[in-house]
């Protein structure tokens, strides 16, 4: 199954029998006290440079979130949504925390978005889906209902199965909705990957939609949190994870190795272009 996105020049496909697309996770004012700063001045340069560095480290689509204290969500949300167009020229994951905002940022949208996103709370299924359809867009569904996220795969798919026929309801085609299993942290619960990696597996082979994942969740709270995510990320792939929601800056060759092993890179050139990428951003840090 392929999702289509676009900017309105540029489609980006996401399927499993192609290379693994990155959707960079960087514009994100948490934790980031300089980004959260710039963005309640309404200064657009940190987000500028934010996506070019995402774009150069190999990013094909990009999160866009703006939710921070002291900043008007409704307002800022379709003026980052515009500066991006203007700056980089890839598809945008609208990144939402209020519906009114989802409704302005989609307005100033040229082309085929991607909502992040819908769960199976009957309140987001609600005000979410309408939108998604009515400017026709694609969608991440979490697997997480009024409960929370289930602690079991079987629990998890069935919230996936919800969300799709929620979504198939209102006219939204299921190559358009994409499924986060939700990784959550090890050092919490030493079987919450094996868990996450299950529910991929499991929404690919009875549903086979596309997936995303926060990948960098399942190491909150450990030492050398690399290692961790590195390990982890190339099993989430080899599950069922097509669009990881990540750094491309930190496992852009992680991803390029995973995508070369499984036989998803003719000729080795996508993993052969990201080791020139990795040797020119070396060269260019020590001039």
Known sequence: METRLSNGNTQVVI??????VMIGERIN???????????????????????????AAGAEIL?????????????LLPRVV?????????????????????????????????????????RSLEEVLPMVKQYNAAVIGLTLDDAGIPKSAEKRLELAYKIVERAQSVGIPKEDILIDCLALALGSDDKAAAVTLQAIRAVKEQLGLNQ??????????????MVVNN????????AGVT?????PTKVASTIAA????????????????DYRRQEKRARDENA
């Open 82 to 122: 515009e500066a991006l167009l203007a700056t980089v020229n890839i598809p945008l994951c609208i990144d939402i925390n209020n519906p009114k905002a989802l409704k302005k940022a989609l307005e100033v949208y040229p082309g085929k978005a991607l909502v992040n996103s819908v769960s199976a709370e009957e």
């Open 15 to 20: 399927g499993g029998n192609r290379p693994t």
């Open 243 to 247: 669009c990881p929601t990540v750094d």
């Open 63 to 75: 999160d866009v979130n703006v939710v921070t204290e002291g900043v008007n969500e409704i307002d």
């Open 258 to 273: 995973t995508d070369l092993i499984l036989g998803r890179d003719r000729f080795s050139m996508r993993y052969i272009n």
């Open 231 to 238: 390990a982890f990320l190339p099993l989430a792939i080899f």
């Open 212 to 225: 995303t994942l926060g990948a960098s969740n399942v190491s909150f709270g450990l030492p050398n949190r």
């Open 29 to 55: 004012p948490s934790g980031k006290k300089k980004l959260a700063a710039a963005l309640r001045e309404g200064n657009m340069d940190a987000v500028r440079h934010e996506a070019l560095a995402q774009v």
